[in-house]
């Protein structure tokens, strides 16, 4: 059998399980929020002054990366969990939270003194940041990778790293109602390579666990 006539019959078993793949993303998507939350709350929990500091720019800007990036991230693990669905469309739109913190970055670089950079980019929290982001992000990686392994994905690492994206940014979206260092350059540094590490793992995980 060639090539794209075994991807084409894998997508048509894959739309054939016994749970659709729509609700199954739902399914998953709860079971890993309520995994995240879980050990949010059970660890480190919300920042005593969370009202107060909701209603500031820079931590509100928090979220709206994360979200951004949990979003985008879950729309091109879909595609990438069908066999020949063209992914890159989405792959594309991975790029839209990088490129918004960017812009919160030079837009802060201007309005701060560049005496205040070295120590908004290092903040107080930097070692709970990159620990705290993969540990609630690691169940909700297990629950992406499970999900992956029922449908037949056919570039597993790529597979597996936004899978790590997507369990990170959601980690990061609860972490950040804990963290007190709202700085952009605080944000772009280290909950970037907190969220890149889940993406690490969910690589080299999925290029031997969800391969076929």
Same mark, same amino acid.
């Given at each position: 059998?060639?090539? =794209?006539? %075994?991807?084409?019959?894998?997508? *048509? =078993?894959?739309?054939?399980? *016994?749970?659709? @793949?729509?609700?199954? $993303? %739902?399914?998953?998507?709860?079971?890993?929020?309520?995994?995240?939350?879980?050990?949010?709350?059970? #660890?480190?929990? /919300?920042?005593? =002054?969370?009202?107060?500091?909701?209603? &500031?720019?820079?931590?509100?800007?928090?979220?709206?990366? #994360?979200?951004?990036?949990? +979003?985008?991230?879950? @729309?091109?693990?879909?595609?990438?969990?069908?066999p020949g669905a063209p992914a890159g469309r989405y792959g594309r739109w991975l790029l839209v939270a990088p490129l918004l913190m960017a812009a919160a970055v030079v837009l802060e670089l201007f *309005?701060?003194?560049?005496?205040?950079?070295?120590?908004?980019? /290092?903040?107080?929290?930097?070692?709970?940041? @990159?620990?705290?982001?993969? !540990? +609630?992000?690691?169940?909700p990686l297990v629950a992406l990778l499970v999900a992956l392994k029922q449908a037949a994905p056919t570039r597993p690492a790529l597979s597996g790293a936004v899978a790590g994206l997507l369990a990170?940014?959601?980690? *990061?979206?609860?972490?950040?109602?804990?963290? &007190?260092? =709202?700085?952009? !350059?605080?944000?772009? #540094? $280290?909950?970037?390579?907190? +969220? #890149?590490? !889940?993406?690490?793992?969910?690589?080299? &995980?999925?290029?031997?666990? @969800?391969?076929?």
């Amino acid at each position: 059998m060639k090539t =794209d006539e %075994l991807i084409k019959t894998l997508g *048509a =078993d894959v739309k054939t399980t *016994a749970m659709p @793949l729509g609700r199954m $993303w %739902l399914v998953v998507m709860a079971f890993a929020a309520v995994a995240a939350a879980a050990m949010f709350f059970m #660890t480190i929990g /919300m920042r005593p =002054d969370f009202m107060q500091a909701m209603q &500031t720019i820079r931590f509100g800007f928090k979220f709206v990366f #994360t979200i951004t990036l949990a +979003i985008t991230a879950f @729309l091109a693990l879909r595609m990438l969990a069908m066999p020949g669905a063209p992914a890159g469309r989405y792959g594309r739109w991975l790029l839209v939270a990088p490129l918004l913190m960017a812009a919160a970055v030079v837009l802060e670089l201007f *309005a701060m003194p560049s005496s205040d950079w070295g120590r908004r980019l /290092m903040g107080n929290n930097m070692m709970i940041c @990159l620990s705290f982001i993969p !540990l +609630i992000g690691i169940v909700p990686l297990v629950a992406l990778l499970v999900a992956l392994k029922q449908a037949a994905p056919t570039r597993p690492a790529l597979s597996g790293a936004v899978a790590g994206l997507l369990a990170g940014a959601l980690a *990061a979206t609860f972490y950040a109602a804990h963290c &007190t260092d =709202d700085s952009p !350059l605080f944000v772009a #540094t $280290w909950y970037s390579l907190a +969220i #890149t590490a !889940l993406g690490g793992i969910g690589a080299l &995980t999925g290029r031997f666990y @969800l391969r076929w």
